[in-house]
């Protein structure tokens, strides 16, 4: 049902994987997690994946309060997924908490090389464009729409990835 370290992108090293859980994680069914992948989940962490999620390559999840991933998303290489900055800072003579949930719908896609940070929600049927770097809720956008940028913003409305139905045929 879950399958670790698992080797899946040729470019990567099948290095493992590293598991460091002292909170609480929650599968609701099928997930592979690549090859050269982090998984971290402290003691006040609570990680939750849905049913067929697919993560290829050096995948990086730091679960420190709440991360959510939805079902049937898939998650290109060299992702990261962190829902604490580690230190606080003062903003207007106050000091703020450092961390907040991260919530990615269900039939999401992930490209590579993107950064979600504390406080991102995506809706359902959403994509990140490879490099998006998302820092905040966009789950009031809709379903179906591209999110692209460093920040992140809505490109694209209408479309979607579907994992099931996604082969290429290239031309000789």
């Given at each position: 049902m879950i399958k670790l370290g698992f080797n899946e992108?040729?470019?990567?090293?099948?290095?493992?994987?590293?598991?460091?859980?002292?909170?609480?994680?929650t599968f609701h069914g099928n997930c592979i997690i690549g090859n050269a992948s982090s998984i971290t989940v402290s003691r006040s962490g609570h990680l939750t994946i849905g049913n067929n999620v697919h993560a290829t390559a050096k995948f990086?999840?730091?679960?420190y309060h709440k991360v959510v991933i939805g079902s049937h998303t898939l998650?290109?290489?060299?992702?990261?997924?962190s829902d604490t900055d580690f230190h606080s800072i003062y903003f207007n003579d106050k000091k703020t908490k450092g961390y907040d949930k991260v919530i990615i719908g269900s039939h999401n896609w992930l490209a590579?090389?993107?950064?979600?940070?504390?406080?991102?929600?995506?809706?359902?049927y959403c994509v990140l464009s490879a490099r998006t770097m998302?820092?905040?809720?966009?789950?009031?956008?809709?379903?179906?729409?591209?999110?692209?940028?460093?920040?992140?913003?809505?490109?694209?409305k209408n479309i979607y990835h579907d994992r099931y139905d996604d082969k290429i045929?290239?031309?000789l």
């Open positions: 992108v040729s470019i990567y090293p099948n290095s493992g994987i590293i598991w460091s859980n002292n909170g609480t994680v990086k999840v730091l679960c998650i290109g290489w060299d992702n990261t997924i590579m090389e993107c950064l979600v940070l504390k406080g991102s929600q995506t809706p359902d998302l820092n905040k809720d966009f789950s009031n956008e809709g379903e179906k729409i591209l999110i692209s940028g460093q920040p992140a913003k809505v490109m694209v045929e290239y031309e």
